[in-house]
């Protein structure tokens, strides 16, 4: 299987703030790596699929980069509302999908 | 407005068999356009992929569960189903029905929390 590792496990950051959250394949997915956002009691919600395609509807400071096996997900000018845990996943066709082990983004 | 609904018992006892189904609204899953996915998360833990269905009936699960689940997909009812067997207390988690689309989880549901306890 194809382990994800992300990091930092907990990220301290203020409003304004560019944050930067890097996830790390275990071998090479090519560009098959999504970013969610979750807020406790809620679902996950799709931000960038594709590693670097962003979902409709998500605000454009939030950017994806990367491929092959190291990918990051940039956050620009941190809002109050971006103050959640952030998961990548990656969907390689021939292997069973995998997510990261989470980022928590807190108010420094 | 795709939207996805999970439904069933909120509680199971251990060794017995946890049975859920996602109602999808919004979109079609015989329109053979995205797979359909079951994920949980333990309390307070982050997110395990459990597999997905097509709308032919191909799954892929997780090798860590795969002698376990099952997951089933009534096009006729548009709705898919996950059975879990031989259940412990690991598996009390939320559990989600969510759609693949052209990439990555695109539609969600709101989530179930299911507790195994006797």
């Known amino acids: 299987d194809i382990q994800m590792t992300q990091s930092p496990s907990i990220l301290s950051a203020s409003v304004g703030d560019r944050v930067t959250i890097t996830c790390r394949a275990s071998?090479?997915?090519?560009?098959?790596l999504a970013w969610y956002q979750q807020k406790p009691g809620k679902a996950p919600r799709l931000l960038i699929y594709?590693?670097?395609n962003l979902e409709s509807g998500v605000p454009s400071r939030f950017i994806g980069s990367g491929s092959g096996i190291e990918f990051t997900l940039t956050i620009h000018s941190l809002q109050p509302d971006d103050f959640a845990t952030y998961y990548c996943?990656?969907?390689?066709?021939?292997?069973?999908?995998?997510f990261g082990q989470g980022t928590k983004v807190e108010i420094k | 407005q795709v939207q996805l609904q999970e439904s069933g018992p909120g509680m199971v006892k251990p060794s017995q068999t946890l049975s859920l189904m996602c109602a999808v609204s919004?979109?079609?899953?015989?329109?053979?356009?995205?797979?359909w996915s079951w994920i949980r998360q333990p309390p307070g833990k982050g997110l395990e992929w459990i597999g997905y269905?097509?709308?032919?009936?191909?799954?892929f699960y997780n090798p860590s569960l795969k002698t376990r689940v099952t997951i089933l997909v009534d096009t006729s009812k548009n709705q898919f189903s996950l059975k879990l067997n031989s259940v412990t207390a690991a598996d009390t988690a939320v559990y989600y029905c969510?759609?693949?689309?052209?990439?990555?989880?695109?539609?969600w549901g709101q989530g179930t929390l299911v507790t195994v306890s006797s």
């Open positions: 969510a759609r693949a689309g052209i990439g990555g989880l695109d539609y």
């Open positions: 919004g979109d079609s899953i015989s329109s053979g356009n995205n797979y």
């Open positions: 269905i097509y709308y032919n009936g191909n799954t």
């Open positions: 996943q990656q969907y390689n066709s021939y292997s069973p999908w995998t």
């Open positions: 071998q090479s997915i090519s560009y098959l």
């Open positions: 594709d590693a670097s």
